[in-house]
């Protein structure tokens, strides 16, 4: 139970800008933490969609979500927008080769691909936010941002690292084909759980919707760069959520 804890602690760490006590960091802590990943996002989720909520009454509903998007953009500490403005300069932005595409994703500068990127990210939530009932708010939010943080198993499972030199030293060279199957079937039963019991037999439609981006992007990625780096776990993150949020708005 104290190992479970500590590798939850760790995930809300590596995930958000909450404080945590104790300095949890290293390659271990990380691959320990990542079954949690997705109750990680479930707890986001849930406090996202809270305020959207406690909103409304007061707020039209579009304030009201961007409130909530903010409060998600703040607790992450933009951690995950800014893989997927790397990985749209990367890939966008001019890089052919996958050594050219590497060393635009390296840059810590954000080009018009990227900057485009974040604003439809923005955007897309907001407005899909805003646009679902309010009897199902709380359920899309927390189901949307849970199968957004199971994305990363899968794909670390899955994909090595796209870096294989001596400067792969980030986080997606330590979660790159380093998780476990345990790592893999753990987190994916917690994101079942959690969808299932919010949506019962409806969460399969979620589910299809995060299974296909999460298995696009990793094809993508694959294709494109030869495996996965951590700006690539945060872009395929973020479309698994918004894709998510599109399809709530949309049902």
């Known amino acids: 139970m ?4 500590g590798a939850f602690a760790a995930a809300i760490q590596f995930l958000t800008r ?10 271990i802590a990380l691959r320990q933490a990542a079954p949690y990943f997705p109750l990680v996002g479930a707890l986001l989720g849930a406090a996202a969609g809270g305020i959207d909520i406690a909103l409304r009454s007061h707020l039209t509903p579009e304030a009201a979500a961007a409130a909530a998007v903010l409060f998600l953009v703040l607790a992450t500490g933009a951690l995950h927008e800014d893989g997927l403005a790397d990985c749209a300069d990367g890939f966008g932005g001019g890089g052919q080769s996958r050594e050219r595409i ?8 954000i080009g018009s691909f990227g900057a485009i990127a974040i604003a439809m ?17 709380l359920a899309d939010i927390v189901c949307a941002e849970t ?24 986080q ?12 893999l079937i753990l987190g994916t039963l917690i994101a079942l759980a959690v969808t299932a019991g919010l949506l019962r037999t ?8 995060g299974l296909v981006m999460t298995a696009s ?15 690539g776990f945060g872009a395929a993150l973020q479309l698994v959520t918004v894709a998510i949020y599109v399809w709530a708005a949309w049902r």
């Not at 060393?103 to 810590?108: A, F, H, L, P, Y």
């Not at 997606?172 to 790592?183: D, E, H, I, K, T």
């Open 102 to 109: 590497l060393v635009i994703m390296r840059d810590s500068r």
């Open 18 to 27: 909450m404080p945590v006590p104790g300095r949890l960091s290293g390659a």
């Open 121 to 137: 990210s923005l955007l897309l939530r907001i407005v899909s936010i805003a646009a679902l009932p309010a009897r199902h708010t």
């Open 147 to 170: 199968l957004g943080r199971w994305s990363v198993l899968p794909l670390g499972f899955l994909l090595p690292a796209a870096r294989r030199d001596r400067t792969a030293s980030g």
């Open 202 to 209: 409806a969460s399969w439609q979620p589910w299809a919707v």
């Open 172 to 183: 997606g060279a330590v979660l790159a084909r380093q998780l476990s199957p345990f790592a």
């Open 2 to 5: 104290r190992s479970a804890l």
């Open 217 to 231: 992007s990793g094809v993508y990625f694959h294709r494109r760069i030869g495996g996965v780096t951590g700006d």
